[in-house]
């Protein structure tokens, strides 16, 4: 089938990828022509995995890119809208981009179109994006408007394409909702495993996956809501946390017994310096307007966006705590991603933590596998980047783990600690065993577990806590 997507950011990119490895046949419009130029040479703007295998394979042949929206819808039977939808002040979602997108398409309607979108966006945008496009000039029998949520994270988003747990179609006539069905044949009826050279299946993949169709509202609904439930998850074992702290309990055991009950589960059950990314923060905030627009008070968001906001300043005091005074202090930071596996700094904790110490004086030397450029252009020369963990760590005051980078868990401890200058370590992600890192002769401080320390200085670490 011939497809257009919208927009070569991240949800963009990866479906583009996606929908040609399924074999159809993909224009990917955007009106950056540099960025169109650079993806033509082969560059990939951001870092997934399995994403630059999936551009060399089907760039040029089933994947193709241009800025020229109308000969793309125009040579398309489904045009997929994926452009960005970010916050404004009062924390509604601007569609302005997805207006001009519309507007755009109506002008080159020719024959049957079914328009998609796949950005995140309030309930009844489909509506809108049709009202625009009929006010445009587009024939109202010449089009329909769909809804296609992503549910797709950052670090594993072509694995979650190619192997979602549910693909969720909004689509009010029968025509559209088969046309967007056919489109992703290739994973509900599980051929697309079966090639000889799909991308690796994840451990506890849902094949074939299961189809969700819906109307457009419940399709809009059901992905606000679900980042919401999923931010929310977060924040509580959060709070959880900070009550095992105060009591002297162990949130992964909490977590081990919660997260066994079936109606629980044990995913996103992680405490830590908070959620981030372009997601869950953008979405909360428009999904407490979307409730407020409609007369409802949804004062359960409010507290998990307090909760998660509180986190990282409770983390800033736990660096306080461990170290009595911050000013003037050598601190490395491991992590400046909001998670492990992407290059995404947006909304990430690790950089407004990073940002936090700066203002209490510290000089901060930091280090990521990937973010390290996007890094740079948010907290300029006011941070030393060093070239690797251990670099990072040398005669450091304090180490500080700030994203769950596999590569962090599986560090040289004798090595670390050699390096630092004192060895201290604030770990954010819970990445090590408390008793492990004391046996090895650090002091050891994570989130909602007991402090560890080296077993020739547990009896003084009482006085030197009570001092700071």
Request: charged share 25%; net charge negative; glycine share 8%.
């Amino acid at each position: 089938m011939q497809v257009t997507v919208v927009g070569s950011g991240y949800v963009g990119l990866v479906a583009s990828a996606c929908f040609a490895e399924l074999g159809h046949w993909v224009i990917c419009v955007d009106n950056d022509t540099a960025k169109v130029a650079a993806l033509e040479r082969g560059e990939t703007p951001i870092h997934e995995r399995f994403l630059p295998e999936l551009l060399e394979r089907h760039r040029g042949k089933r994947l193709k890119f241009t800025s020229s929206l109308s000969q793309a819808v125009q040579q398309s039977a489904v045009i997929f809208i994926a452009v960005g939808t970010p916050s404004t002040d009062n924390g509604d979602c601007d569609l302005s981009y997805v207006e001009v997108v519309a507007r755009e398409i109506s002008r080159s309607v020719s024959g049957y179109k079914l328009v998609v979108q796949k950005s995140t966006v309030p309930v009844c945008t489909s509506e809108w994006v049709r009202r625009i496009m009929v006010l445009n000039g587009a024939p109202e029998n010449a089009f329909e408007v769909a809804s296609n949520p992503e549910f797709l994270r950052e670090g594993t988003a072509v694995s979650d394409f190619l192997f979602p747990d549910r693909i969720v179609i909004g689509a009010n006539s029968k025509r559209a909702a088969c046309l967007l069905q056919e489109i992703y044949r290739p994973l509900t009826d599980g051929s697309y495993t079966r090639r000889e050279n799909a991308i690796p299946e994840p451990d506890q993949a849902r094949i074939p996956a299961r189809l969700i169709v819906t109307s457009t509202r419940s399709a809009e609904l059901i992905k606000h809501a679900s980042n919401a439930f999923l931010a929310m998850k977060i924040s509580f074992i959060n709070a959880v946390g900070n009550i095992c702290e105060a009591v002297g309990a162990n949130v992964e055991e909490v977590c081990d017994g919660i997260g066994s009950d079936p109606r629980i589960g044990d995913r996103f059950l992680s405490p830590g310096i908070g959620y981030g990314g372009s997601c869950f923060p953008k979405d909360l905030k428009a999904f407490r307007a979307v409730a407020r627009e409609s007369g409802y008070d949804f004062r359960l968001l409010d507290e998990v966006i307090r909760i998660n906001e509180e986190q990282c300043l409770r983390f800033l005091r736990k660096v306080r705590s461990a170290l009595w005074t911050l000013k003037g202090k050598r601190l490395a930071v491991l992590g400046l991603a909001f998670k492990g596996g992407t290059d995404d700094v947006r909304e990430s904790p690790a950089i407004t933590l990073v940002e936090l110490l700066l203002r209490e004086g510290c000089e901060v030397v930091a280090y990521d596998p990937a973010a390290m450029v996007k890094s740079r252009e948010v907290l300029g020369n006011r941070v030393t980047f060093a070239e690797s963990a251990y670099d990072a760590a040398e005669d450091a005051d304090a180490l500080l783990l700030l994203s769950d980078w596999e590569e962090f868990a599986v560090l040289s401890l004798p090595r670390l600690r050699r390096a630092l200058k004192y060895p201290i370590v604030i770990d954010g992600r819970n990445l090590y065993d408390p008793q492990m890192m004391g046996e090895n002769g650090f002091m050891y401080y994570s989130v909602g577990r007991p402090e560890a320390f080296p077993k020739e200085n547990s009896e003084q670490m009482p006085q030197l806590r009570k001092a700071s």
